[in-house]
């Protein structure tokens, strides 16, 4: 991962995390058996976190061993930024990489995470590139109906577009090919993720999304890879922490 990635969304994550200028779905089973139990209580409650709730839901700077997480605001990540598609049936994958969703979340909260320092990585050591985990969550709030389309939505734009699109609206146009699905997570009442490849003026790289839905909340991993990844994993400790954490508070504890 190298400046070309982190100019895309990650830029002001990995300058809040490193400080650092540069850096370095397939759909889930909708039936309840494939997923965790934890989710239960989430998804009792229907009604949307609020943007407090949210912030107390976010994951703290080391909660997570081997993990670095420092909060962005949406300012930092372009706020107001809306990430435009080429093909009207992609949009969806396109306004991952924005700050602009639709449907409107009513309060989202952004943090970006890296395995270097705090007990991760030693930035002082050398490491193989492949081991570099970096990126940024993202938790937001919805009506519970708005919550299922966005996922549902999301789904079916990835089955779309696996031909690749181009996106604009960002810090530069982006082009996406080898747009896949990949396993989602068997977290939440309902989960997604994929994977592409993001070609620009420099330099190649990967990027996977996880996105899980807990209730009316949206827990959102963006994370970068290697181009040499063919399927890119998802940071997973970290995706369930956050998971569960979101749970937790929307379950009121």
Do not use: W
């Amino acid at each position: 991962m190298k400046k070309s990635v982190s100019r895309v969304v990650v830029a002001a994550a990995s300058v809040a995390v490193l400080g650092l200028a540069t850096a370095c779905g397939g759909s889930g089973d909708d039936t309840a058996s494939d997923k965790k139990a934890g989710a239960k209580d989430a998804s009792q409650q229907s009604a949307p976190l609020s943007e407090a709730q949210l912030k107390k839901a976010a994951l703290t700077k080391t909660e997570v061993k081997g993990y670095q997480i420092e909060s962005v605001g949406e300012k930092e990540l372009g706020g107001g930024r809306g990430a435009k598609a080429d093909k009207a049936d992609c949009q969806p994958i396109a306004e991952m990489f924005g700050t602009e969703f639709t449907p409107k979340p009513a309060a989202s909260v952004f943090s970006g995470f890296t395995n270097i320092g705090a007990g991760g990585k030693d930035p002082d050591k050398a490491f193989d590139v492949s081991e570099l985990s970096l990126g940024t969550l993202r938790i937001s709030a919805y009506s519970e109906a708005d919550a299922k389309k966005t996922v549902t939505d999301l789904k079916a734009a990835i089955g779309a577009c696996t031909a690749g699109l181009g996106i604009t609206g960002i810090d530069e146009a982006l082009k996406l090919s080898g747009v896949k699905p990949e396993a989602a997570p068997q977290l939440g009442d309902d989960a997604v993720a994929f994977s592409a490849k993001m070609l620009d003026s420099e330099e190649p790289g990967m990027a996977r999304f996880d996105m899980v839905r807990s209730g009316s909340q949206l827990t959102v991993v963006m994370s970068f890879h290697d181009v040499s990844k063919k399927h890119p994993k998802a940071p997973e400790a970290l995706l369930k922490a956050q998971v569960a954490k979101v749970e937790r508070v929307a379950g009121g504890k």
